[in-house]
C-alpha cells in the first residue's frame, strides 16, 4: 500500500518546516560546508578556534542572503540537511542515499514557460547541485538533469514525442508532469520494462500504477479553498462562471471537485458555467462571451495561472462588480490584488515542488531493500496557500508569491 503524507505549512517567525524521511548516520561527511565545524570527538575548543568559528559563521551568514539554497550540518540535531533562503527556512529530512555516479534524471514538464514552471526548474536544478555538492561529486560523477516540453500545455502530443525520444535514451530517472492524465501509458509501460522509475509532479496520470512517486499540491484543498473564500465574499449566493486549464489534467479536475464540492454547501450560489482552455478554440473569445450572456454574474474562479492572467486583463465592464479567486500568485495578480481587481490567488509552492521531486527521483535510484529501510514516501501533498491583500506583503511568505 502507497503512503501519502499530506502537508500542512505552519508560519513561525518566517520558518517552514516539512518532513521527507529519515537520514542515516553515515552521511556526516558529505555535509561538510565552509564556515561549518564538524565535531571531531573534542571536547574542549581553543578561544581561538572559537573566534575562527564565530567569523566563519558571520560570512556564512552573508553568503546565505545571496543564495536561494543551501545545506548546512546541524550537528547534534540529528545530521539533518538545512535548507535556508532569503526569504524562506525549511528543513528537510534526507536520506543517505547511494549516489550512482552519473545518474540522469529525465525531466518531461507539460509546459516550460511561464513563471511557474521556471520556479519548478529552477527547486530542481538547486536540488542537483545542493545534492552533488553534498556528495562531492565532480565532472562525471555528478548528477545531471534535462528539463523538457512543449511551450504550451496543450500540445500534448509533443509532449508524447519528447516522451519517446528521452525513454530511448535510457535516463537513470523520469520526472513526469502528464498534459493529459489518459496519455503516456504506452511510454510509461516501456519506462518499466526497461527499469526507469517514474516520480510524477504537479499532475500525475489517471491510472497511478506505473507511478512509483508524486509531488505536488493537494489539488483538491485548493479548489475547495477557492470555494471557501469565493462563497465568503459573495455571501453564500450568486452566479459563478469557472475558466479552466484543460479539461484532462489531474491537477485541474482535483481543483474542479474541490470547487464543486464546496459550493454544494450553498443553496443559493449557481455554477452557470465551466469553459476550459482545450475545448474552445479561443479562450478569450469565450471568457468575453460568458461574461456578455451572464449580465448577472457575480463570480469568477481562475483554476489556473494562464486563465487567471488571461481574465485579468480582458476589457471588461469598468463598472463591473464580478468577485474573481485566481490560482497562482503571479505579478499580474499581485498588482490586481493590490487594486482590488481580485480578491486574492490560491497558491502553490512550485520551487518545492520542484527541489522535492529530484530528492524523491534519487531516492528511486537505490534497491528497493534500501528503500523500504528508509521509509519512503509514495506520495507528498503540498498544502495550497491562500493570499490575498491582508497577506501579500509579507516576506515569509517565500515561493508562494510569484
Same mark, same amino acid.
Request: proline fraction near 3%; hydrophobic fraction near 35%; include cysteine.
Given at each position: 500500500?502507497?503512503?501519502?503524507?499530506?502537508?500542512?505549512?505552519? +508560519?513561525?517567525?518566517?520558518?517552514?518546516?516539512?518532513?521527507?524521511?529519515?537520514?542515516?548516520?553515515?552521511?556526516?561527511?558529505?555535509?561538510?560546508?565552509?564556515?561549518?565545524?564538524?565535531?571531531?570527538?573534542?571536547?574542549?575548543?581553543?578561544?581561538?578556534?572559537?573566534?575562527?568559528?564565530?567569523?566563519?559563521?558571520?560570512?556564512?551568514?552573508?553568503?546565505?542572503?545571496?543564495?536561494?539554497?543551501?545545506?548546512?550540518?546541524?550537528?547534534?540535531?540529528?545530521?539533518?540537511?538545512?535548507?535556508?533562503?532569503?526569504?524562506?527556512?525549511?528543513?528537510?529530512?534526507?536520506?543517505?542515499?547511494?549516489?550512482?555516479?552519473?545518474?540522469?534524471?529525465? %525531466?518531461?514538464?507539460? /509546459?516550460?514557460?511561464?513563471?511557474?514552471?521556471?520556479?519548478?526548474?529552477?527547486?530542481?536544478?538547486?536540488?542537483?547541485?545542493? +545534492?552533488?555538492?553534498?556528495?562531492? =561529486?565532480?565532472?562525471?560523477?555528478?548528477?545531471?538533469?534535462?528539463?523538457?516540453?512543449?511551450?504550451?500545455?496543450?500540445?500534448?502530443?509533443?509532449?508524447?514525442?519528447?516522451?519517446?525520444?528521452?525513454?530511448?535514451?535510457?535516463?537513470? %530517472?523520469?520526472?513526469?508532469?502528464?498534459?493529459?492524465?489518459?496519455?503516456?501509458?504506452?511510454?510509461?509501460?516501456?519506462?518499466?520494462? /526497461?527499469?526507469?522509475?517514474?516520480?510524477?509532479?504537479?499532475?500525475?496520470?489517471?491510472?497511478?500504477?506505473?507511478?512509483?512517486?508524486?509531488?505536488?499540491?493537494? /489539488?483538491?484543498?485548493?479548489?475547495?479553498?477557492?470555494?471557501?473564500?469565493?462563497?465568503?465574499?459573495?455571501?453564500?449566493?450568486?452566479?459563478?462562471?469557472?475558466?479552466?486549464?484543460?479539461?484532462?489534467?489531474?491537477? +485541474?479536475?482535483?481543483?474542479?471537485?474541490?470547487?464543486?464540492?464546496? =459550493?454544494?454547501?450553498?443553496?443559493?450560489?449557481?455554477?452557470?458555467?465551466?469553459?476550459?482552455?482545450?475545448?474552445?478554440?479561443?479562450?478569450?473569445?469565450?471568457? #468575453? =462571451?460568458?461574461?456578455?450572456?451572464?449580465?448577472?454574474?457575480?463570480?469568477?474562479?481562475?483554476?489556473?495561472?494562464?486563465?487567471?492572467? #488571461?481574465?485579468?486583463?480582458?476589457?471588461?465592464?469598468?463598472?463591473?462588480?464580478?468577485?474573481?479567486?485566481?490560482?497562482?500568485?503571479?505579478?499580474?495578480?499581485?498588482?490586481?490584488?493590490?487594486?482590488?481587481?481580485?480578491?486574492?490567488?490560491?497558491?502553490?509552492?512550485?520551487?518545492?515542488?520542484?527541489?522535492?521531486?529530484?530528492?524523491?527521483?534519487?531516492?528511486?535510484?537505490?534497491?528497493?531493500?534500501?528503500?523500504?529501510?528508509?521509509?519512503? +514516501?509514495?506520495?507528498? #501533498?503540498?498544502?495550497?496557500?491562500?493570499?490575498?491583500?491582508?497577506?501579500?506583503?509579507?516576506?515569509?511568505?517565500?515561493?508562494?508569491?510569484?
Amino acid at each position: 500500500m502507497k503512503k501519502i503524507i499530506i502537508t500542512t505549512m505552519l +508560519v513561525l517567525s518566517g520558518v517552514f518546516c516539512f518532513h521527507l524521511f529519515g537520514f542515516g548516520q553515515n552521511d556526516t561527511e558529505s555535509f561538510r560546508q565552509s564556515g561549518v565545524q564538524e565535531e571531531a570527538g573534542e571536547e574542549i575548543q581553543s578561544e581561538e578556534n572559537r573566534s575562527e568559528e564565530v567569523r566563519s559563521e558571520e560570512v556564512q551568514s552573508e553568503e546565505i542572503q545571496n543564495k536561494e539554497v543551501r545545506i548546512e550540518d546541524i550537528g547534534n540535531e540529528g545530521n539533518q540537511a538545512e535548507f535556508q533562503g532569503e526569504t524562506e527556512s525549511f528543513r528537510v529530512k534526507a536520506p543517505a542515499m547511494e549516489i550512482v555516479p552519473g545518474t540522469w534524471i529525465a %525531466v518531461v514538464s507539460k /509546459n516550460t514557460k511561464g513563471e511557474f514552471w521556471s520556479l519548478i526548474e529552477k527547486g530542481m536544478k538547486q536540488a542537483v547541485s545542493d +545534492v552533488n555538492d553534498v556528495y562531492g =561529486l565532480s565532472r562525471s560523477e555528478k548528477v545531471s538533469m534535462t528539463f523538457e516540453g512543449p511551450a504550451d500545455e496543450h500540445q500534448v502530443e509533443t509532449q508524447i514525442n519528447t516522451l519517446d525520444a528521452v525513454i530511448s535514451e535510457n535516463p537513470s %530517472v523520469l520526472c513526469l508532469c502528464a498534459s493529459d492524465m489518459d496519455s503516456c501509458y504506452a511510454q510509461l509501460e516501456a519506462a518499466a520494462e /526497461n527499469g526507469i522509475p517514474v516520480v510524477a509532479f504537479d499532475s500525475t496520470v489517471a491510472n497511478d500504477y506505473l507511478i512509483d512517486a508524486f509531488r505536488g499540491t493537494d /489539488n483538491v484543498s485548493a479548489g475547495s479553498m477557492a470555494g471557501e473564500k469565493l462563497a465568503d465574499a459573495l455571501d453564500g449566493k450568486g452566479k459563478v462562471a469557472v475558466f479552466s486549464a484543460q479539461e484532462k489534467t489531474a491537477s +485541474v479536475k482535483d481543483r474542479m471537485d474541490g470547487f464543486q464540492n464546496e =459550493l454544494k454547501k450553498y443553496p443559493d450560489m449557481e455554477i452557470v458555467a465551466v469553459i476550459y482552455s482545450d475545448q474552445v478554440e479561443n479562450m478569450e473569445e469565450s471568457m #468575453l =462571451l460568458t461574461l456578455e450572456e451572464n449580465p448577472d454574474l457575480a463570480g469568477v474562479y481562475c483554476t489556473n495561472a494562464e486563465s487567471s492572467d #488571461l481574465y485579468l486583463n480582458l476589457k471588461k465592464n469598468a463598472e463591473s462588480s464580478i468577485i474573481m479567486v485566481g490560482t497562482d500568485c503571479t505579478d499580474r495578480q499581485q498588482k490586481a490584488i493590490r487594486s482590488q481587481e481580485m480578491l486574492g490567488s490560491v497558491s502553490q509552492h512550485p520551487y518545492r515542488i520542484g527541489y522535492e521531486t529530484i530528492l524523491a527521483a534519487l531516492a528511486l535510484t537505490q534497491p528497493p531493500e534500501i528503500l523500504e529501510k528508509q521509509d519512503f +514516501v509514495d506520495n507528498i #501533498l503540498l498544502s495550497p496557500l491562500w493570499i490575498d491583500a491582508s497577506n501579500l506583503e509579507i516576506e515569509e511568505q517565500g515561493g508562494y508569491v510569484y
